[in-house]
């Protein structure tokens, strides 16, 4: 397995800082049991507000259901360790645990649904929109292109193999449309949305701003369809969350452009600004640039940080639907960041260099990572090429850099 190979290299080995009570996400009692709160927020709660029982000789945290332990392991340095051990559990329950609920997720261009499991752990569905090889039309704008689920599966794993570990965990699935959504779902508008097509598949589109309608309605086959499911991270009323604009943002516009693609020193005045100012903001910035140049991601408007952890802490990579478009061009505007600052952090640049050498080939490691997934082969091959085109590029970049 080059997999493992790559995840015992020295470059994949360097410890993170001690994690102190104050870096953890949440200081969690290990002898203090869990209990599950089955209203409308389906939260986790302290057991002193209710009565449980814990199987004899277990400890408490022992009994937390995988997604839970996911949450508790959360820490300021990474959103999962190195060699979690959680991780095949967690991807397997997302692929496999029964649904109890379906609703729609509000707010967002297009369709999204959470779906909740037995043991109130819960994931985001994005439905497949599109085949594996149908390119992104060369006449979209990036901002009226489809979610990919399965740009989101192959995010989850290239950011892990490139040891940035800031997406949740994502696995495929298939889902039943008729008894794994339309029959369980509480969401009246949604419920309102499904029908039958003419070639006698069950369909349904949801409510939103973008993608919502019976012309780009979901349907089955004759009620199956491709999803990606992602873990949820803790409720916001748990671990509060802060959203920032990237300062690289696109216009979202048809013809204006932002400031950055006018003004080639752009970056100078990034480097003044908080939080860019100290600290390594600006190289986290610069590591998710790579990551989105890799697939071709033009839609990162904003990140997220949790806000326990202040401006010293990772930046998380959610939504990456956008990614994995187009394998025949390579978007370098992606890569201002990079080639307008001139900086990258030095572990981050002695990954990317061992990923481009023969044993540890980048598409041959998301290939075999991506093997695994209920929905292999998740990737055509033109778009695993790509990425060590791509990969190429941001070395030359670097290299250009180094030069100056």
């Not at 009620?223 to 969350?241: F, N």
């Amino acid at each position: 397995s080059k997999l493992a190979a790559l995840f015992e290299h020295p470059l994949y080995n360097i410890p993170i800082p001690e994690v102190t009570e104050k870096d953890k996400l949440f200081v969690v009692n290990p002898m203090e049991k869990f209990s599950l709160r089955s209203s409308g927020s389906d939260e986790w709660v302290s057991s002193s507000k209710a009565e449980t029982l814990l199987p004899t000789g277990k400890t408490a945290y022992d009994t937390y259901p995988t997604w839970l332990k996911f949450h508790v392991g959360i820490n300021r340095y990474e959103l999962y360790p190195r060699r979690d051990p959680l991780l095949p559990t967690l991807l397997r329950d997302l692929a496999t645990q029964r649904i109890v609920s379906s609703v729609q997720k509000s707010g967002g261009t297009q369709l999204k649904l959470i779906m909740t499991f037995p043991n109130y752990g819960q994931a985001l569905f994005k439905p497949m929109k599109q085949t594996r090889d149908q390119e992104t039309p060369i006449d979209f704008f990036y901002f009226s292109d489809f979610e990919r689920h399965n740009a989101e599966i192959a995010a989850f794993h290239l950011d892990r193999i490139l040891d940035f570990r800031r997406i949740p965990p994502v696995s495929g699935r298939l889902v039943n449309i008729t008894k794994e959504i339309r029959d369980i779902t509480t969401d009246k508008k949604l419920a309102k949305t499904f029908f039958i097509s003419p070639a006698g598949n069950v369909c349904f589109y949801g409510e939103c701003s973008y993608y919502c309608s019976t012309e780009h309605a979901l349907c089955g086959k004759p009620d199956q369809l491709e999803g990606s499911m992602a873990a949820l991270l803790p409720d916001k009323t748990l671990a509060k969350r802060r959203s920032w604009r990237s300062p690289w943002r696109r216009s979202y516009h048809k013809s204006k452009k932002a400031e950055w693609e006018l003004n080639p020193n752009y970056c100078a005045q990034v480097r003044e600004t908080p939080p860019y100012d100290r600290g390594h903001r600006l190289l986290d910035l610069i590591d998710m640039t790579v990551l989105d140049f890799l697939m071709g991601n033009m839609d990162r408007h904003h990140y997220e940080t949790f806000e326990k952890f202040g401006n010293d802490t990772f930046l998380l990579h959610l939504d990456n639907g956008r990614g994995f478009g187009t394998h025949s061009r390579d978007e370098q505007s992606i890569l201002a960041p990079l080639q307008q600052c001139c900086s990258i952090k030095k572990s981050t640049y002695l990954r990317l260099q061992l990923l481009a050498t023969q044993p540890y080939r980048l598409s041959d490691l998301l290939r075999e990572a991506l093997a695994a997934d209920p929905l292999a082969p998740v990737l055509a091959e033109p778009h695993l090429r790509a990425l060590d085109r791509r990969l190429g590029k941001v070395l030359a970049a670097v290299g250009h850099c180094l030069a100056r």
